[in-house]
């Protein structure tokens, strides 16, 4: 199974923060990777998908990229509805594997 | 609008099995593949398996091939997870997800409560 390792875990931020949590594959996925955010108690949500592509009615602060095998997804100018917690997915090879999560906080 | 509805909260005696069910709306059932998705508390997300709901087939992950069952009835645009031997390692939020054609899940429904307990 393809492992995706995620940094950081958790990360306390500020409103207005720049934030960048990033998701590495071990192997080749190509554009293969979506992000998520969960809120406490809810289903996660679609944010990112092919890596790069904004989904529709995500605000324009949330940017994805990738660098290698390396992904990463980009908070402009953090908001306080943005807390929660973040997940990527990898979809190019059975099974679907996540990274491990990052849990934002306010300090 | 699209919806996955979820059953409510289960508690369960270990050894016993669960079903599951998702209901799906505002959408063509058969058109989508449904997969299901472990998350214990305080941890990440696991993937379980999918099906087809217009052939029935289906794949598991490896560690769920016997401890999952998944079905879909047509009918109703409802897929179900079945859960069998359970353990408190089984104790989790289980959710349903629709896979749209770009591989990722744009749907999730709200997620069920199963807990384990004697």
């Known amino acids: 199974d393809i492992q995706m390792t995620q940094s950081p875990s958790s990360m306390s931020v500020s409103l207005g923060d720049r934030v960048t949590i990033t998701c590495r594959a071990s192997?080749?996925?190509?554009?293969?990777l979506s992000w998520y955010q969960q809120k406490p108690e809810k289903s996660p949500k679609l944010m990112i998908y092919?890596?790069?592509n904004l989904e529709d009615g995500v605000p324009s602060r949330f940017s994805g990229s990738r660098s290698g095998s390396d992904y990463s997804l980009t908070i402009n100018s953090l908001e306080s509805e943005d807390t929660g917690i973040y997940f990527c997915?990898?979809?190019?090879?059975?099974?679907?594997?996540f990274g491990g999560g990052t849990k934002l906080e306010l300090k | 609008e699209v919806q996955l509805q979820q059953s409510g909260p289960e508690l369960q005696r270990p050894g016993a099995s669960v079903k599951l069910s998702c209901k799906a709306s505002?959408?063509?059932?058969?058109?989508?593949?449904m997969y299901w998705v472990k998350q214990r508390p305080k941890q990440g997300l696991e993937l379980i398996g999918r099906?087809?709901?217009?052939?029935?087939?289906?794949d598991y992950v490896e560690k769920f091939k016997n401890k999952a069952t998944l079905t879909a009835d047509t009918s109703s645009n409802t897929a179900y997870m079945q859960l069998s031997s359970l353990t408190s390692e089984d104790t989790a939020t289980y959710f349903c997800?629709?896979?749209?054609?770009?591989?990722?899940?744009?749907?999730w429904g709200q997620g069920v409560m199963v807990t384990v307990s004697s």
């Open positions: 997800a629709r896979l749209r054609g770009y591989g990722d899940f744009d749907y």
């Open positions: 505002g959408y063509t059932f058969t058109e989508y593949y």
């Open positions: 099906i087809d709901p217009e052939d029935g087939s289906t």
């Open positions: 192997q080749d996925i190509g554009n293969y």
């Open positions: 092919g890596a790069t």
């Open positions: 997915l990898q979809h190019k090879q059975y099974p679907r594997t």
